[in-house]
């Protein structure tokens, strides 16, 4: 694990800070003289020597393993392989992983003009979740506190202390203790994947291909705890034997599709292209969810579901299922004059399910058209453009990744209750008949050139994209007993240019070397056109919202991506205040929502990939890297471990060192003894620019020479591969909070016969 990017408080910074920030200073004699008791015995503590670094308990450096074989072979009418691989994950965090076993089955058999084709894959997985609980509790724990007695017992409540100002108890539960109590914690499935194909030639120039999948999924999903567990440690007497959880879960998807085309293609004369294409096609998918949490476990290690003493409080079985079909006809065509010039046409209709009833089909179509420029008759030198192709392209595609019944009305039965052996039903969901497919015209202009005998490659597209009918959900007022439904509400356009280029600097056969640079640039620019009416009861709740994040609101002219705060001035160095300015221009210590304005954008000005790649002989090096330039976030997680700090737990060492402790301090970050909420700020929206380099390769293929004629091996190579290497940002924050971030490295050994 990489926890660089943590920078918590050691013990003594810890008592520093919670003596600067007034926890032992309490209005009340009795309560005065128990806090100072409180901050001399965590004192004596720091004096003793004690400073745990907590982090270093529920990780460890994962090793793993992978393993694949393939056989493969046939003759010209019929082709067999088959391949069987195991991966092993060891996750970062303690006994925590991931195992798979995959098997493919490949078979092709061509009798006469018709050829068959199946394509079989069998994939088991299983996978652990960590028993030491969530990263984010160990980041909490004071350092001054330590996980074992003097005995070496683990100590199960490191501290409970109470607070009169809360009204009750403060505990900091040891999250070890957890971690060596029966536990399970595990997800389970089974996939199945079969593709059928079946290709019939008519004619040099006509042929037939058909397409059947089926894809079948079981999936598990067991997690207990034990009565011992840390989180019954509150229940009251009434509860005590509700101790100890089991959540269980079992669900299964099916989704089966089809599809015929009827293909023509013909070449007229060496000048005239032709090629047609129809095609048919259908799918189903279904899917279902059954889960029970039960509670009640008379003994820690009794982690069976059938020893639970009774369902969650207040709960019962519960299920969801769902159901979609689409059906859809296509037609392509394409003519090309003289290899120089082409139009490519196609047309669709399509109808699903998961729309409402009266707008369930759409159509759907494109047009575009190309000039390949290098092969008219003026360009000359075909050396320097090897390649040179103009394309333009227009069209309208629909978008349906929705739930299945987002349009229909939705009702749930009571269940427990029924009035004269009548079962009741309640309203779950507003339908909308009206709702229809979210679509997308999208205009194209590109240019391609391979230039320079293949050395140089470009690319560039420039897209113009509008989205008509967004779906999204709209926020009903309180009295409709709906918290939202889903509805069209308006047009987003997105306009960019795409950019990509490679170059091969050195490329000489005789010495086999070969180094080759590449890269690419996209700027994209998010605008909304236009908002329906009822959008904006969902821009008045959310601009409404008090809350430490920001809103994201849908106003036209701006970015869907928009970041809305209040704009802050800093932290006033007199008083360690917040200073906000308000709409009317006014300065003013009070947060407001009304004076949230828009702050900046998270969408980036620039970004891309960068690669590059070295052969020399036998050895080969790639190296990625991805970019961005010019974007903005809202650092959350600054607030939250500086700002938005509960006291009696540790944070970042930027709340001793970097928040207002005195008059005079500039700093960036409010009075160390302010305890109210910090909420949307520009203060913390920040720029972020990162260059992070994603993957390192480095390969040497061995002389089969040799090994081939002792071991019979055709080729063998030894990789070594590292993944995210480093990552250079203008913003600081911790990188994995609930799981701790880790690099990845690898050895890898790949042998042919």
């Known amino acids: 694990p990489d926890l660089t990017s943590y920078d918590l408080m050691n013990a003594r910074e810890k008592l520093r800070y919670e003596k600067a920030a007034g926890i032992y200073t309490y209005d009340g004699i009795g309560e005065q003289q128990a806090r100072d008791e409180l901050y001399n015995q965590r004192l004596l503590e720091v004096e003793r020597g004690v400073d745990t670094y907590w982090l270093k308990y529920p990780v460890r450096t994962g090793v793993g393993h992978r393993h694949s074989l393939r056989i493969e072979g046939g003759d010209d009418n019929f082709v067999y392989a088959a391949s069987i691989g195991y991966n092993d994950i060891a996750g970062v965090m303690k006994k925590s992983g991931r195992k798979t076993l995959e098997g493919n089955i490949y078979l092709s058999y061509k009798y006469k003009n018709v050829s068959f084709q199946n394509d079989l894959t069998l994939t088991q997985n299983k996978a652990f979740n960590s028993p030491y609980g969530s990263f984010e509790d160990y980041t909490k724990v004071n350092s001054y506190l330590k996980p074992y007695d003097d005995e070496g017992n683990l100590i199960q409540v490191l501290e409970n202390y109470y607070l009169p100002e809360r009204y009750g108890y403060i505990f900091q539960y040891n999250p070890l203790y957890n971690a060596f109590l029966p536990y399970k ?31 079948k999924e079981t999936k598990r ?31 299964e998807i099916l ?24 095609s048919y096609n259908m799918a189903e998918g279904t899917n279902e969810l059954y889960q029970i949490i039960a509670e009640g476990f008379p003994a820690s290690n009794m982690d069976d579901l059938g020893m639970a003493s009774a369902y969650q409080k207040n709960g019962k079985p519960t299920s969801i299922e769902g159901i979609s079909r689409r059906l859809g006809a296509i037609m392509n065509f394409n003519y090309t004059y003289d290899r120089r010039y082409y139009i490519d046409l196609s047309g669709k209709l399509e109808g699903s399910s998961k729309f409402g009833a009266d707008k369930r089909t759409a159509p759907f179509w494109s047009a575009g058209m190309g000039w390949n420029i290098h092969n008219e008759h003026f360009i000359g030198n075909k050396d320097l453009f090897n390649s040179l192709r103009l394309r333009l392209s227009y069209g309208v595609t629909g978008s349906q990744n929705f739930s299945p019944y987002q349009a229909l009305i939705t009702y749930k039965y009571y269940g427990q209750e029924s009035y004269r052996n009548w079962m009741g039903a309640y309203l779950m969901g507003l339908g909308n008949k009206e709702l229809g497919w979210q679509q997308t015209t999208q205009l194209n202009i590109g240019l391609e050139a391979v230039l320079f005998n293949g050395r140089v490659r470009l690319t560039t597209d420039f897209y113009n994209k509008l989205t008509d009918d967004l779906l999204s959900d709209i926020t009903l007022p309180l009295a409709a007993g709906f918290n939202s439904y889903k509805a069209n509400i308006g047009k987003v356009r997105n306009r960019g240019v795409e950019l990509s280029a490679n170059v091969n ?30 959008l904006q009861f969902l821009n008045d709740e959310l601009n409404a919202e008090a809350g430490a994040n920001p809103s994201f609101l849908f106003k036209e002219g701006q970015s869907m991506n928009t970041i809305f705060a209040v704009r802050s001035l800093g932290v006033d160095p007199s008083n360690g205040q917040e200073i906000f300015l308000k709409q009317d221009g006014t300065q003013t210590y009070t ?7 828009a702050c900046g954008v998270t969408d980036p000005k620039v970004w891309g990939n960068l690669n590059t790649m070295l052969r020399y002989r036998g050895w080969s090096l790639n190296i990625a890297f991805s970019y961005t330039c010019g974007g903005y976030m809202y650092n959350q997680t600054l607030i939250n471990k500086v700002e938005n700090v509960d006291p009696w737990f540790n944070a970042d060492r930027r709340a001793l060192y970097s928040r207002w402790q005195k008059p005079g301090d500039e700093v960036l970050f409010k009075s160390v003894t302010n305890r109210s909420t910090t909420k949307a700020s520009s203060r913390f929206v920040q720029k972020e620019n990162f260059l992070t380099c994603r993957s390192i390769n480095l390969n040497y293929e061995v002389d089969s020479g040799w090994i081939g004629e002792r071991l019979g091996i055709d080729y063998f190579s030894v990789g070594l591969y590292a993944e995210d290497v480093f990552k250079v940002s203008t913003i600081k924050q911790e990188r994995g909070v609930s799981y701790p971030f880790a690099r990845k490295y690898s050895l890898s050994l790949t042998a042919r016969f």
């Open 185 to 215: 914690d595990e997800e389970k499935y089974f996939n199945v994947q079969n593709n059928f194909a079946i290709e019939w030639n008519i004619l040099p120039e006509l042929f037939v291909r058909g397409r059947f999948s089926v894809t």
């Open 221 to 251: 999903y067991d997690k207990y705890l034990s009565r011992e567990h840390t989180s019954f440690a509150d229940y009251a007497a009434e509860d005590y034997s509700r101790r100890g959880s089991y959540d269980y879960r079992t669900s």
């Open 255 to 278: 989704n089966y599709e089809g599809e015929v085309t009827l293909n023509y293609s013909k070449t007229f004369n060496d000048k005239h292209s032709v090629y047609a294409g129809l």
């Open 505 to 534: 600097i050195i490329r000489d056969s005789e010495r086999s070397l070969y180094w080759s640079v590449g890269g690419s640039l996209v700027h994209n620019k998010n605008k909304i056109m236009k908002i329906s009416n009822s």
């Open 591 to 597: 947060w407001s929502a009304d004076d949230k304005v």
